[in-house]
T-cell receptor, first 113, second 114 residues
């Protein structure tokens, strides 16, 4: 059974810092891994999708890396801003009689002005 | 604004009521999903529809009944719910349930059971 762990559970940083969010998963048989952002009371916004054959993916100030063999992914946020404050969720995509995402517990990020 | 639209945004119902949640997407996606999310927890998958057929039911109680009338619409019929069913219900879609394309989420329906 796939288990996903995100560290840290919560993070508070001053504006402008670069930061790294960590995600680990127990089963390396994944199709891809998605990083999402969730604002309070809202749905999930897809940030990056990294394929199982890729090592990293970039979008603006965000960079996600994937090491499938060791079961790890990181989300790097450069020059953090208060608007980045949200919960960040990682989710490997597996296929077993149907495809599904398995979510980690999330990292709650607060960026202070 | 999201490309997956869920209605209503909020719903309060008694335990004996029957209500439905609706989800709509016009991106041509052929896989649609229902998730349940409790406060401070990650989303939990409930159902997956692929090409309008139910492909995954994660042992969800029968008081939740999904329906996919066409490729753009997904409903979740609710009957005789319990207070512990109060949660945010999220709908998502993707090109297919085996594709390497992202899932797109709606903003959810906040459900409260009295």
């Amino acid at each position: 059974k796939q288990e996903v762990t995100q560290i840290p559970a919560a993070l508070s940083v001053p504006e402008g810092e670069n930061l790294v969010l960590n995600c680990s998963f127990t089963d390396s048989a994944i199709y891809n891994l998605q990083w999402f952002r969730q604002d309070p009371g809202k749905g999930l916004t897809s940030l990056l999708l990294i394929q199982s054959s890729q090592r990293e993916q970039t979008s603006g100030r965000l960079n996600a890396s994937l090491d499938k063999s060791s079961g790890r992914s990181t989300l790097y946020i450069a020059a953090s801003q208060p608007g980045d404050s949200a919960t960040y969720l990682c989710a490997p995509f597996i296929y077993n009689q149907g495809g599904k995402l398995i979510f980690g517990q999330g990292t709650e990020l607060s960026v202070k002005p | 604004d999201t490309e997956v639209t869920q209605t209503p945004k909020h719903l309060v119902m008694g335990m004996t009521n029957k209500k439905s949640l609706k989800c709509e997407q016009h991106m041509g996606h052929r896989a649609m999903y229902w998730y349940k999310q409790k406060a401070k927890k990650p989303p939990e998958l409930m159902f997956v529809y692929s090409y309008e057929k139910l492909s995954i039911n994660e042992s969800v109680p029968s008081r939740f009944s999904p329906e996919c009338p066409n490729s753009s619409l997904l409903n979740l019929h609710l009957h005789a719910l319990q207070p512990e069913d109060s949660a945010l219900y999220l709908c998502a879609s993707s090109q297919s349930d085996s594709s390497n394309q992202p899932q797109h989420f709606g903003d959810g329906t906040r459900l409260s059971i009295l």
